[in-house]
């Protein structure tokens, strides 16, 4: 059974609303019965005011490791994190670890 390991806080961005973040995520996902093992993904979580000012100066968006929401909640967060990690499982850890880079990047997809 996959959980969540670690949830680290690298970066945070608050405009002058509070509907205008971009937050940057660690999270270390591994075998809940192997103790300190676990793959580093990360994410951003962006509101779409942020969002759009980010396309509006030229960028291109890719979807990829983006959580998009207008409403900073820390518990939904982790509820969507836990969901996506349980979606995630497979009894062959690379197997896991392919469907988590689906939502996140992963240290090993370079």
Known sequence: MLVIKTLTRIYEDWGDDIDDFYITDHIDIGPKEINGASDLFSFELVSPKRLERMA??????????????????????????????????????????????KYFRWEMDE
């Open 56 to 101: 509006d100066q030229g960028g291109i968006i890719i979807g990829r490791g983006h959580m998009i929401t207008s409403d900073f909640n820390e518990n939904k967060l982790e509820e969507t994190l836990s969901r996506i990690v349980n979606k995630c499982a497979d009894d062959d850890i690379s197997k896991a670890n392919n469907n988590l880079s």
